[in-house]
């Protein structure tokens, strides 16, 4: 994501800057910005935004691809396997529109616990 990398550093932002604008934690937004994390398209048009560009100026697709890291011990006799995969779009799409569900279910929750907690 060198585009989004290099016009941030441009406008002299910070990834802290960058992370706050998609509601996010530096070190996430700093994967995405390598390119090890997926930037959805909301992201996209919020980062665009903020560095005050059309999207198409910033975005860039990385290609899908399997990446296996076998890490295996031999102390122990103890072997691990770490295997990551990119996962489709539409399912990507799909479980952040049920994590925004449930952010605002969870919201809601609180809002109700602090109403029942102020009636005692």
Known sequence: MEKLKNLRKQRGY???YMSKIIATDVSNYSRKENG?????????EKLAKALDVPVEQIKEEKTASVVQNNDNFTDHAVGIN?????????VMDNLQDYIKILKEQIESLKQEVKTLKSKK
């Open 82 to 90: 770490y295997n990551y995969y990119n996962v489709p779009n539409q």
């Open 14 to 16: 910070t990834q802290d």
């Open 36 to 44: 090890e994390v997926r930037i959805f398209e909301d992201e996209w």
